[in-house]
């Protein structure tokens, strides 16, 4: 099937800002207007890399990939697929847990999102049944999300504003629905496509509005006690637009050759990132490095080098072991 321009570019800014994220975004300190604007300033900065909002727009995109290339009606092979999958996302992320947790002995914080993305690539071809149904299926998924919320948030009153507050096995409710719209992005994908491509200023407008909601997602998280299991399903809705005219422009138009590289090696980068940042923060001595910009660069560039060495030497040879295998079971 045709490539969908666009995506890899998304996939490299998502695992870039979810880098920001976790604290390589340097504070800003300027003399000439005071403590309290600094303050001000840097509370902006800190809540402007959302890395979890980031991981509702991997999810979408996740989605709407799984489901692309059966879209159109194409039969699936569940040993193909579930051969290709899994073995695709578990053996990179079997091989950084070891390196988390064995090697270094640190925490690997972006496991829960990883478990999301097994559960629903094993009910997908449940879901390819009920294509008809999708709508109902993505407004049920919306109820089971927020009563599955509500309801844990009157068992454990103690405010938890992560996306992963219920655990590791109960997240994925928490995320269908943001992952559904993906496949509903793919479904419908052949209804839009011949739409005009939209302006680069409507384009933009759509990527601020996105900006603007993920640091309103975060104040809400951090300042409100508004848990992020509560406004980023919403938040999502406005991703699945975005996206939609993300791929709607670049129909006839070319990427930034670099993003597209970048967008390569996406999955790596969000696998390895934070142990580079783990391993600098306990050679340097800080514990926060965001209050030396060097740091912050060199955390940055050693991230992305070790995501370009991850993905050679693991991501991509696993790519290419998962299709091998998958083909025998056609």
Not at 124 to 137: A, E, G, M
Not at 286 to 305: E, M, P, Q
């Amino acid at each position: 099937m045709e490539r969908i321009k666009g995506l890899d570019s998304l996939r490299f800014v998502m695992a870039f800002i979810v880098l920001l994220g976790h604290g390589t975004l340097p504070f800003i300190n300027i003399p000439v207007i005071g403590s309290e604007y600094n303050e001000l300033i840097n509370g902006l900065l800190g809540n402007s890399t959302v890395g979890v909002a980031a991981v509702m727009a991997f999810f979408i995109l996740s989605g709407f990939v799984i489901h692309y290339p059966y879209s159109e009606g194409k039969q699936i092979s569940l040993p193909s697929f579930y051969t290709k999958r899994l073995l695709r996302i578990s053996l990179p992320a079997l091989l950084a847990f070891i390196l988390y947790t064995y090697v270094f002995g640190f925490f690997m914080g972006v496991l829960w999102s990883l478990i999301c993305e097994a559960i629903y690539y094993i009910i997908y071809p449940i879901i390819l049944n009920y294509l008809k149904r999708l709508n109902w299926i993505i407004a049920i998924s919306f109820l089971m999300s927020y009563a599955l919320s509500v309801y844990t948030s009157y068992l454990w009153p103690e405010y938890n504003g992560d996306f992963h507050r219920n655990g590791y096995w109960l997240t994925w409710i928490i995320g269908l629905p943001v992952w559904l719209l993906g496949v509903h992005l793919a479904e419908n994908y052949k209804s839009f496509k011949n739409k005009n491509s939209p302006t680069y200023k409507r384009l933009l407008f759509f990527r601020l509005l996105v900006f603007v909601f993920s640091i309103i997602a975060s104040v809400l998280r951090f300042h409100f006690d508004i848990s992020y299991v509560f406004s980023l399903p919403l938040f999502s809705i406005l991703v699945y637009f975005w996206i939609q005219l993300e791929i709607l422009y670049y129909k006839d138009k070319e990427e930034n050759k670099l993003l597209v590289f970048g967008g390569l090696m996406s999955y790596s980068i969000y696998l390895v990132h934070a142990l580079l940042i783990y391993i600098i923060e306990e050679y340097t001595g800080y514990s926060d490095l965001r209050t030396n910009v060097w740091y912050c660069i060199l955390a940055i560039l050693s991230s992305l080098i070790a995501s370009y060495i991850f993905y050679i030497l693991i991501e991509k040879p696993t790519h290419k072991l998962a299709r091998n295998l998958g083909s025998k079971f056609k």
